[in-house]
């Protein structure tokens, strides 16, 4: 029988009582990182597998005005949007512990991620066993898709479109780019690369193989309504190198 790990913790942030619905399991958080957290978690964690979610898919369709850009000129960072036939590569982590340990973990993920406005509760696989989820109820930060009620959904867009927006757009942490480029080296280093991020990764370098003047900000056509009410995030937001 495979070893399912269930999490309390994750139906606990969907208004359920933690000890009524944990039974005999150890009440653990897990949580799935497919983004920056795959190589920047930041948080205390306890045990990290390498693994996948079905039916979801990795976009370059979400503002970031906080770390990699600014509200004039949002960078494009990760989301997950549904495809029944995708599967996505990441990192799910499990803080063990206690309540405080998990408490203290979420309160830092939703300052981190709250450019965010779902959390969504997904089965865990291994490589090697994609019928036996080796953990059911895993938290995912994702980005509702839909530009009129999710303000820091920017949508997909032209290939070059997108590869012009990266290359240009930088914040408090740095580059748009250097994120891209992160998670492309991410994705190699645990033998699972994404050709869509491969793809968008090789034209932003050829858009910064262009002379200066034809790559600036000035360059990039912002047309989401997204980008006319964005607005700084409330102070005490988290900024870290994601």
Known sequence: MPDVRRCGAIVAAGGLNLTEWSGAYKMVLWVFGYGSLIWNPGFDFDEKILGFVKGYKRTFNLACIDHRGTPEHPARTCTLESDDDAICWGIAYCVKGGLKKEQEAMKYLE??????????????????????????????FVATPDPVGNKYYLGPAPLEDMARQIATANGPTGNNRDYLFSME??????????????????????????????????????????????????????????
């Open 185 to 242: 080296k991410a994705l190699s280093n645990i033998c699972h690369e994404d050709d869509s991020i491969i793809e968008l990764a090789d034209e932003v370098r050829k858009v910064l193989s262009r002379p200066k003047e034809k790559i600036t900000g000035s360059d990039v056509p912002l047309k989401s309504h997204a980008l006319v009410h964005l607005s700084a995030l409330p102070e005490g937001t988290v900024v870290d190198s994601r």
């Open 111 to 140: 300052r981190r991620e709250c450019e965010y406005d779902q959390k969504i509760s997904v089965d865990f696989y291994k490589e090697g066993d994609s019928s036996n989820p080796v953990v059911k109820g895993v938290l995912v």
